[in-house]
């Protein structure tokens, strides 16, 4: 359901700063339900609703942004880090460093400045739907706005 009174999580307020369009869904958030349940209540392909994922590598927290239907490939992320090990981050950790509940993380607005690695065939699509920061809130903006509210590196670790 689209949403006119949108809820003022901290990636709001980062949108809205960031002057960007975006539009707001809400959705029947279910515990495990994940990104097809998500892409079920709002109608959309799951490839589109983008997960985001906090792990640990080498006792520093990152954020990987990844399609709905794909996982990340840990081993080539560690590669990547040039780390031995790249794991999910305790839930404890990434909602201490993101300031967001499992299940309601964004990339926008986060409590601690964290590298962000995202898929690069994310960007192959025109809009992406991901979290506004609240579990049950999802929201759809531009590929072409990413870079105009986050760092990132592009990389390809989606299997």
Do not use: W
Request: hydrophobic share 40%; glycine share 8%; with cysteine.
């Amino acid at each position: 359901m689209k949403l006119k009174d949108i809820p003022a999580t901290n990636a709001i307020r980062h949108l809205k700063n960031s002057k960007v369009n975006f539009e707001a869904f809400e959705y029947e958030y279910y515990e495990k339900g994940g990104t097809h349940q998500t892409a079920v209540e709002i109608g959309v392909d799951e490839h589109c609703v983008i997960k985001t994922l906090v792990f640990e590598a080498d006792g520093e927290l990152l954020i990987v942004l990844m399609h709905g239907d794909k996982e990340v490939s840990i081993k080539e992320l560690a590669r990547i880090l040039g780390v031995k090990k790249a794991e999910p981050a305790e839930q404890k950790k990434a909602m201490n460093a993101t300031g967001y509940q499992f299940g309601g993380t964004s990339p926008f607005g986060l409590r601690k400045k964290l590298p962000i690695y995202v898929e690069e065939t994310i960007f192959d699509l025109d809009y992406i739907y991901i979290n506004g920061g609240k579990r049950g809130l999802i929201v759809k903006i531009s590929t072409s706005d990413i870079e105009k509210l986050i760092e990132f590196e592009k990389v390809k670790i989606g299997i």
